[in-house]
C-alpha cells in the first residue's frame, strides 16, 4: 500500500528561524510526493511536488523539500518562517501505483510565533 | 485560469435531511475528486471522475451517498439521508490528468457540511 505519515500534529517556530515540517513516505517503486497546504476556511493549496531528478524540490512561497531515499522522507522546509506561514500542511502521495486519487497524511498544524 | 468553484459554502441541516453539494471543475481538466475531510484529518477520497464515468467509488458509502458528473463537466455530491457522522468539509479536485503521473490537483474552497 502507497501511504504517507506526518509524525508532527502541531509545529511552532518563532518568526525568521528556519521550519521543518516531515513527513515519511512508504510506497514501492519509484515515489512521487506531493505538499499541499490549507488556510482557514480555503481549499488546499499545491505547494510542489517530487516526480524525480533532484532530491532538493523548490515550490511556491519560498517552499522547498527534500527527498531522502534512505530515509524514506521528504520533509518540507523553508529557511526563514513568515506569521503568514500559519497553516494546516499535508503531504500526500499516489494512493496507488499508477493512482489518479491521492492518499494525504493527517497534517501537521504550523504556528509561527512573531 | 478561473480555479474549482464549489457551492454553497456552508450548509447546516438536520439529521435524516438530505443535501447536495455542486462543484465546477476547471476548465479543460478530465479527472474530477470529491474528498471529505473531517475536522483533524486529511482529506479521503470519496469518488473519482475522469471525464464522465466513475473510475473509483470504493471508499463511497452508496447507501446514502450518491454522485454523479453530466457532460463530463460539472459534478454533484447528494447526501440522503445525512448522519450525524457526516458533518465534514467536502472538497472537490480537479487535474488534467493522472495524479499518478505526477500531475497535481486543483481543489475548490469547500463546502463545510454540519449535521444537527
Known amino acids: 500500500a502507497q501511504s504517507v505519515a506526518q509524525p508532527e500534529d502541531q509545529v511552532n517556530v518563532a518568526e525568521g528561524n528556519p521550519l521543518t515540517v516531515k513527513c515519511t513516505y512508504s510506497?514501492?517503486?519509484?515515489?512521487?510526493l506531493f505538499w499541499y497546504v490549507q488556510y482557514p476556511n480555503r481549499g488546499l493549496q499545491f505547494l510542489l511536488k517530487?516526480?524525480?531528478?533532484?532530491?532538493l524540490v523548490k515550490g511556491s512561497y519560498g517552499f522547498e523539500a527534500e527527498f531522502n531515499k534512505s530515509q524514506t522522507s521528504f520533509h518540507l522546509k523553508k529557511p526563514s518562517a513568515l506569521v503568514s506561514d500559519s497553516a494546516l500542511y499535508f503531504c500526500?502521495?499516489?494512493?496507488?501505483?499508477?493512482?489518479?486519487?491521492?492518499?494525504f497524511g493527517t497534517g501537521t498544524r504550523l504556528t509561527v510565533i512573531p | 485560469e478561473a480555479g474549482v468553484a464549489q457551492s454553497p459554502r456552508y450548509k447546516i441541516i438536520e439529521k435524516r435531511q438530505s443535501v447536495a453539494f455542486w462543484c465546477n471543475p476547471i476548465?479543460?481538466?478530465?479527472?474530477l475528486y470529491w474528498y471529505q475531510q473531517i475536522l483533524g484529518q486529511g482529506p479521503k477520497l470519496l469518488i473519482q471522475?475522469?471525464?464522465?464515468?466513475?473510475?473509483?467509488d470504493s471508499q463511497l458509502p452508496k447507501d446514502r451517498f450518491s454522485a454523479e458528473r453530466l457532460k463530463g463537466v460539472d459534478s454533484t455530491l447528494k447526501i440522503q439521508p445525512a448522519k450525524l457522522e457526516d458533518s465534514a468539509v467536502y472538497l472537490c479536485?480537479?487535474?488534467?490528468?493522472?495524479?499518478?503521473?505526477?500531475?497535481?490537483?486543483?481543489f475548490g474552497p469547500g463546502t463545510r457540511l454540519t449535521v444537527l
Open positions: 479536485a480537479s487535474s488534467l490528468g493522472r495524479t499518478g503521473g505526477g500531475g497535481e490537483q486543483f
Open positions: 510506497v514501492s517503486g519509484n515515489p512521487y
Open positions: 517530487y516526480i524525480t531528478g533532484d532530491n
Open positions: 500526500a502521495s499516489p494512493a496507488g501505483t499508477g493512482a489518479n486519487n491521492l492518499f
Open positions: 476548465s479543460g481538466h478530465a479527472t
Open positions: 471522475f475522469q471525464n464522465n464515468g466513475v473510475v473509483d
